[in-house]
């Protein structure tokens, strides 16, 4: 499945965003999506996850009660609504794929498929 991630930009401390990541290629429903975000010198880390049909959704400690993720299977498309963001929520922040059954992992490496990846940048 190819991944196509959007949205990011320059927001101020406590302001809002929304990522989408279409994809293409493959059955969405085959897949579980997930958001992961890398800073600048850190490792790519874990932001959000939700399973093919948008029932069970797992969250970061970090983003839990600020971002909420959402998959919408007729346009292909996973969201990550982004709310009261702060300045350490800068990051590089990429869609991933996970071949279903997916059960919750965290791992970057058990993610298959990746899109390129959108720069948000929260200003104090």
């Known amino acids: 499945v190819q991944l196509q991630a959007s949205g990011g930009g320059l927001v101020q401390a406590g302001g809002s965003l929304r990522l989408s990541c279409a994809a293409s290629?493959?059955?969405?429903?085959?897949?579980?999506m997930g958001w992961f975000r890398q800073a600048p010198g850190n490792e790519r880390e874990f932001v959000a996850a939700?399973?093919?049909?948008?029932?069970?959704?797992y969250y970061a400690d970090s983003v839990k009660g600020r971002f909420t993720i959402s998959r919408d299977n007729a346009k292909n498309t996973v969201y990550l609504q982004m709310n009261s963001l702060k300045p350490e929520d800068t990051a590089v922040y990429y869609c991933?794929?996970?071949?279903?059954?997916?059960?919750?992992?965290?791992?970057?490496?058990?993610?298959?498929?990746w899109g390129q990846g959108t720069l948000v940048t929260v200003s104090s």
């Open positions: 991933a794929a996970h071949r279903v059954p997916y059960s919750g992992s965290y791992y970057p490496d058990d993610f298959g498929s």
């Open positions: 939700i399973n093919w049909s948008g029932g069970t959704r």
């Open positions: 290629g493959r059955t969405f429903t085959m897949y579980a």
